[in-house]
């Protein structure tokens, strides 16, 4: 079986950024427009709708982007998954699909993929390796995201066994930080709980009710730390195996809450609403495969949290009851 060959961005490289504007999207732009990448080509959904194969084709044939981050995607917490399973699969199949064959089709040099911790077994054995992928059933509150990203893997591993395509595969843990999703209804929860802790504060409420028992335990990533691995894996990743990107370490969503709390100011109780869903009960990445490549995590999750509120004080409080 051919190697790709290794391909390295300069300076002057043109780099797509898909999803720009997101949580990923925007991350990995800042960090790319910190070590000096000057050709970024960015799109709105408005400018162009991924979901539209001709469309996307047209963009890969007049831009010629080099380097791809396909950070795109419609992502939402545990609630969102379960009430739009339609869109979950089917827009993110459908945007990842035409980006990666127009990638091929008009020679994209390299492209980074983001995935998802989600798609790994409900009962894969914690911390969840990279080999976990497919020995046994998802979490059912967001199988419909999980197939997506899965079928996205397994596309990329069959454009470079058949086609020489030099596509990499990186599984992000939790994400949070500046950017992030703070609606209550489709948010994940750590920007969830930043807003209710903030709005119980300043509607003077006692109590704030967190979802589910609190046992669940997640590991979270600042986007900086995901955007600078990203970068990291695009220069000295080559290989079809998939990478975790986490931290390696876990809290339970009580500690979560009771740190969130401490940083917002918030002194009354939190309480937990059992008719709400746990989801998986722990979500822990092994990032053994990307120590291996030098990368290291470097935002405490404590330092994250006190950066992400104030951004949320910054840009959310026109939103605020
Ligand atoms: P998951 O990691 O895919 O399960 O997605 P989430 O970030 O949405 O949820 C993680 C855990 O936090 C689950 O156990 C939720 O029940 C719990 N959680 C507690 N309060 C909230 C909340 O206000 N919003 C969300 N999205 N999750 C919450």
Known sequence: MPTPKTMTMHNDSAVFVAGHRGLVGSGVVRQLQQQGFSRLLLRTS??????????????????????????????????????????????????????LKSALDHGAKKLVFLGSSCIYPKFAPQPMTEDALLTGPLEPTNEWYAIAKIAGIKLIQAFRRQY???????????????????DLQSSHVLPALMR???????????????????????????????????????????????????????????????????????????????SKPDGTPRKLLDVSRLQSTGW?????LADGIRATYQWYLEHQVSSVA
């Open 164 to 182: 020489n395509f030099n596509g990499i595969c990186l599984m992000p843990t939790n994400l949070y930080g500046p950017g992030d999703n703070f």
């Open 296 to 300: 290291r995590p470097s935002i405490p």
């Open 46 to 99: 408005k400018e162009l709708d991924l979901r539209n194969q001709a469309a996307v084709d047209n963009f890969f044939k007049a831009e010629r982007p080099e380097f791809v981050f396909l950070c795109a995607a419609k992502v939402g917490g545990i609630l969102a998954n379960s009430s739009y399973p339609a869109d979950f699969i089917y827009d993110n199949l459908a945007m990842q699909t035409n980006i």
């Open 196 to 274: 209710k802790f903030h709005e119980a504060k300043i509607n003077g409420q006692s109590q704030v009710s967190v979802w589910g028992s609190g046992t669940p335990r997640r590991e979270f990533l600042h986007v900086d730390d995901l955007a600078s691995a990203a970068v990291h894996l695009m220069q000295h990743w080559d290989d079809e195996r998939i990478v975790n990107v986490g931290t390696g370490s876990d809290v339970t969503i009580r500690e979560l809450a009771d740190l969130i709390g401490a940083t917002v100011g918030f002194d009354g109780e939190i309480v937990f609403d059992s």
